[in-house]
């Protein structure tokens, strides 16, 4: 991307948008009212999306992964929550757990890690424990040195595709007097010995994508597997989330759009009173409304993906304000879908109420819109928010 606002997507990630369509149209969106009705892994999805490359498309080149650039994943994930939401999550999870080693692995971590990732081994990220929601900072996991390796202990939760990703970035607390200076990051393998997972949550919605507690037994780890700096876990792990809040940006995205446009379809398709309900003005200034707002939503979308991958100083904003925005009309625009329906939507033999269920978690998760507005309002005082 250039420097200045971008109005028109290129050749090339017009292509991509295309591709993840036609593969979703086909291998993500048939099986997704049974994904949500089992609430079991999209095994169909992960198959089809590792195929294409499409399971982890930040991976740069040189690890074998698909390089694509930070609007490139965007356009992946919107396409594929499009069709499921939580089939969107692995894409989106697999750039979670893995930007801290991109960030701040060493070269040799970043060989091991990120290609064996591309060759389809997932990654997962365990920040949130039971007293560390909105306050990360407040980690309980501790890491301590045994000769040349670190010993983990604690308890994380709230951690997505946990029990089918092969690797976790593990925040932990290593100098428990320095507060979120104290913090490091480590990759922990699930087969490292210590390591086992708690019942998947019984969930609202994203059925499909595990949400389990992971818990650290005693898990020694060999020295290397540090990420970075010891005592820079906590900003590798605030940068990493500047980048992966626009990617929960592009879920919400996608989901409003395909809750628009199932609504629009049914809408000509229904009739009452002797025509199409969307015949009716009522009814058309609802649709023009969801519309509206889903493109607003996915312009500022694409506007923080493009600081995403030159890493402006307002990203932070961006990355908040994209997420927070795009979420709030991702829940209005999947309930707004529900009403369009009417009875129908309120049943499962249609796709609206799935979506309106997926379309909550985007303004919960990788920080509250409460703490998304707070991220802003800083940016905001600090003087750093764009003019462009």
Not at 50 to 62: G, N, R, S, T
């Amino acid at each position: 991307m250039s420097d200045h606002p971008m109005y028109a997507l290129s050749e090339e990630h017009r292509a991509i948008r295309e591709a993840v369509r036609a593969l979703c149209d086909a291998k993500v969106a048939p099986f997704a009212a049974a994904v949500d009705e089992e609430a079991r892994f999209p095994r169909e999805a992960a198959e089809a999306l590792l195929a294409a490359d499409f399971h982890a498309p930040h991976v740069p080149e040189e690890y074998g992964g698909a390089g694509a650039d930070a609007l490139a994943t965007v356009l992946v994930i919107e396409e594929i929550a499009r069709a499921d939401v939580s089939a969107s999550l692995i894409p989106a999870v697999n750039k979670l757990g893995s930007l801290p080693v991109l960030i701040g692995g060493s070269e040799q971590l970043k060989k091991n890690y990120l290609s064996r990732l591309a060759a389809g081994e997932g990654f997962s990220y365990c920040l949130s424990e039971p007293d560390a929601g909105s306050d990360a900072a407040n980690q309980r996991t501790r890491a301590v040195r045994d000769g040349d390796d670190w010993v983990l202990n604690g308890t994380k939760r709230w951690i997505s595709n946990a029990g089918e990703s092969e690797f976790y970035t593990v925040l932990a607390t290593t100098d428990p007097d320095a507060r979120s200076k104290g913090i490091s990051a480590f990759v922990v393998e699930k087969s490292d010995e210590g390591v086992s997972f708690g019942a998947p949550e019984k969930k609202l919605g994203i059925k499909g994508s595990p949400t389990r507690e992971v818990y650290l037994d005693h898990v020694r780890i060999p020295g290397d597997r540090i990420i970075g700096e010891e005592g820079a876990g906590f900003e590798y792990a605030m940068r990493t989330l500047d980048h992966t809040r626009v990617t929960i940006a592009a879920q919400a995205v996608g989901v409003a759009q395909g809750a628009l446009d199932y609504a629009l379809g049914y809408a000509e398709e229904r009739r009452q009173f002797g025509k199409p309900v969307a015949d009716f003005q009522g009814l058309q200034f609802l649709l023009a409304d969801m519309g509206m707002k889903v493109e607003a939503a996915r312009q500022l979308t694409y506007a923080a993906a493009g600081r995403s991958e030159r890493g402006d100083s307002d990203l932070t904003f961006f990355g908040a304000a994209a997420k927070c925005f795009a979420s709030d009309v991702a829940m209005e625009v999947t309930t707004n879908a529900v009403q369009v329906l009417g009875g129908y939507g309120y049943t499962r033999d249609y796709p609206v109420e799935r979506m309106m269920r997926d379309a909550k978690i985007t303004q919960i998760y990788e920080g509250t819109n409460q703490v998304q507005r707070i991220v802003m309002a800083r940016q905001l005082l600090a003087g750093v928010q764009s003019t462009i």
